[in-house]
């Protein structure tokens, strides 16, 4: 049977994001289901600003970062009105399926559009943040990660010059996920996040003393700590002046933002974006209907949209236990 599928991109636009888009046109095309993009998120459901797609859109297309669709955050959808709007739209279009591509935020909004639209909606994990239960990994993780890591293996050199202290704080929104992985694939040599925050002055004290056991060892030495973002109570600046004073050390503060969330994806990223993509197309026509596909461990899973963000998505204990002996914890 012929299908008419629609596809948006939601919240922070991820590198992948492209990639997977690419996906869902070759896809549809091969089942010979009519696809459409919604442009701007979920503004795009409420003022039917669409496009139609085909193989024409996927020239070039797998390298590029950001998103063709545009994304977008949309405070008018979370109302009852917004998800209605976005129903009837979707009705006059005679969509059969929508394709959300975005976080854990996309995927309460796709949950609060099924209760007035009775299509079938399917989640794509892409947001950098990999903040999303129930998959490894979301589109748009791994290419932060490098982008993280190249900015500060720039600032461990200007650091090593002038044997200075350097915060550098990275995106997560609320999860560690990123400033853990970039901080050990940077060798940097502590790390703050959120999941295992306790107070400014623990953390203080903890950094204090790994300077000094440094400094000992070594004599004047650089160290870089990578925070994520959000979780210093007053932000970067403050744990600088803190940590200033408290060492009698100049501190640098950087803070990375949004270059995070550009450039073309890395190939880990590709290579996922392309395997959900053509497995979300794949369930258009199973009675599956509200998840996520997503993948654990090389394989792909499908979880129900409410469990993406009701359930604890921990870092790992492997990463973690590295952390302690490599960083934190080292001296
Ligand atoms: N509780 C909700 N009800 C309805 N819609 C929601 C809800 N939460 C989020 N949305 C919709 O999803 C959009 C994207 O959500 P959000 O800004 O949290 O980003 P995200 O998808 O989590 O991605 P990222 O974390 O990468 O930015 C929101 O702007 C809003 O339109
Ligand atoms: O681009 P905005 O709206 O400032 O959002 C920034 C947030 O989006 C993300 O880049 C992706 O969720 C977060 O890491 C960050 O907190």
């Known amino acids: 049977m012929s299908k008419r599928v629609a596809v948006l991109t939601s919240g922070g636009d991820a590198p992948g994001m492209n990639a997977c888009i690419r996906a869902i046109v070759i896809a549809c095309e091969h089942l010979g289901y009519a696809l459409i993009g919604y442009q701007h998120g979920y503004n795009g459901l409420i003022n039917q600003e669409y496009e139609s797609l085909s193989l024409n859109a996927t020239h070039n ?3 590029q970062g950001g998103t063709i669709l545009h994304s977008a955050r949309c405070e008018a959808f979370k109302s009852v009105q917004g998800a209605k709007d976005a129903a009837r739209n979707l009705n006059t279009l005679g969509i059969d399926t929508l394709i959300v591509i975005g976080g854990d935020g996309s995927f309460r909004g796709a949950e609060h559009l099924s209760q007035y639209w009775p299509g079938q909606i399917l989640g ?3 947001t950098i943040d990999n903040d999303v239960a129930g998959c490894d990994a979301t ?3 791994y290419t932060a990660i490098d982008t993280a890591v190249s900015s500060i293996d720039k600032v461990r050199d200007t650091a ?3 044997e200075r202290i350097f915060l550098v704080e990275v995106m997560g929104r609320h ?3 990123l400033a853990l992985n970039a901080a050990l694939a940077s060798a940097a040599d502590y790390v703050i996040v959120p999941e ?8 203080l004290k903890s950094i204090a003393a790994q300077i000094e056991a440094r400094r000992q060892l070594k004599g004047p030495v650089s160290f870089i700590v990578v925070v994520a973002e959000n979780v210093w109570p007053g932000g970067l600046s403050t744990l600088a002046e ?7 050390s100049e501190v640098r503060p950087v803070t990375l933002g949004h270059v995070q969330r550009g450039g073309s994806p890395v190939s880990q990223d590709r290579l996922l974006a392309t395997k959900l993509g053509t497995h979300a197309v794949a369930l258009v026509e199973t009675d599956k209907n509200k998840v996520m596909v997503g993948e654990v461990n090389h394989k792909p899973v499908e979880v129900p949209l409410k469990a993406t963000w009701e359930n604890n998505k921990p870092l790992d204990d492997c990463s973690l236990s590295t952390m302690r002996i490599t960083m934190n914890n080292r001296y």
Not at 196 to 203: K, N, R, T, V
Not at 242 to 248: A, E, G, K, T, V
């Open 175 to 177: 999860a560690g996920f």
């Open 242 to 248: 803190r940590l200033s004073s408290q060492m009698q």
């Open 61 to 63: 297309l797998i390298q």
């Open 139 to 141: 589109v748009g993780y």
């Open 160 to 162: 090593d010059a002038f």
């Open 124 to 126: 794509i994990p892409g």
């Open 196 to 203: 295992l925050f306790e107070s400014e002055d623990a953390e």
